[in-house]
Each structure stands twice: as C-alpha cells, then as structure tokens.
C-alpha cells in the first residue's frame, strides 16, 4: 500500500484460470532457471562451455526462433576446423536428447530448432562441415515404415 490507500497488488480478485496459469508460469520459469543451472554446472570451466551454451541457447524447449548472435558463433566456430568436428558432435547429441523426451510441443521445438541451427551451420559455407555433416545424415532420415 501507498499512504494508507488501496494495495498494489490485490490477489483476491484473480479467478481460479488466471490463478492457474500463473501457477504454470512459475513451473515453467523452474523448469527454464534448472535447465540453466545444469547447463552452468556441466559446462562451466570446459574449454567448450561457450560452443555448449550457444547450442543450448539456440535450441532451447520453446516456439522462439534462435538469436542470430548464437548462430553466428557456431558458423564462426564451424569454419576452425577444430571446432567443426565438436560442434557436430554436440549438435548430434542435442538431436538425440531431444529425441529422447516425451513427445510434447517443446520437445518438437527443439528438435525442429535443433535440425534448423544444424541447416543453418551447413550452409555458413564451409565445406569441412558438410562433408562431416554428411556422415550423420542417417539422424534426421525418417524411420523405416511398417
């Protein structure tokens, strides 16, 4: 309250919808303030920590598109060739994480973000990449069907 007026924030006047989504948005906030804590702590102090924290950040679990300036460091990254081999690999294992979840729209957003960041690294032009990219080009065929 200001000078004894009405308060600022009144929560009894939220209806039970609006009182559940705020309850998804601090589970959601959770779940995106853990996933960066376990980034931070596998990562932290390795020589690659930067290379692993602009996949991560690329292909975050969410419907935004990745920020330009983490593409442009895995394109800058990708044309060192000892770099090019490490992103691939880490590009590879993020597919497969992914993969690996419950299928949910997030999960489906990294994924698609994930094969996005990777088109997007293939193309920066370097052809060390594409000829390495070649080789796992089996992760993204679809499956045999039945």
Not at 116 to 131: E, P, Q, T, Y
Request: with cysteine; hydrophobic share 40%; aromatic share 4%.
């Amino acid at each position: 309250q200001r000078g004894g007026g009405a308060p600022l924030l009144s929560f009894s006047c939220l209806d039970a919808t609006m009182t559940e989504s705020l309850s998804d948005h601090i589970k959601r906030r959770a779940a995106v303030i853990a996933e960066r804590v376990e980034l931070e702590l596998t990562v932290a102090g390795t020589e690659y920590a930067p290379l692993e924290r602009a996949i991560f950040k690329s292909t975050k679990n969410n419907t935004k598109a990745p920020k330009e300036k983490h593409i442009i460091m895995l394109q800058r990254s990708i044309s060192d060739g000892e770099y090019s081999k490490t992103v691939l690999k880490m590009l590879v294992r993020r597919l497969k994480e992914v993969g690996q979840e419950r299928i949910s729209s997030g999960s489906l957003a990294a994924g698609i973000k994930t094969i996005s960041v990777w088109h997007r690294c293939i193309n920066s032009g370097d052809k060390a990449f594409l000829s390495l990219s070649a080789q796992y080009a089996h992760l993204i065929e679809a499956p045999p069907g039945n």
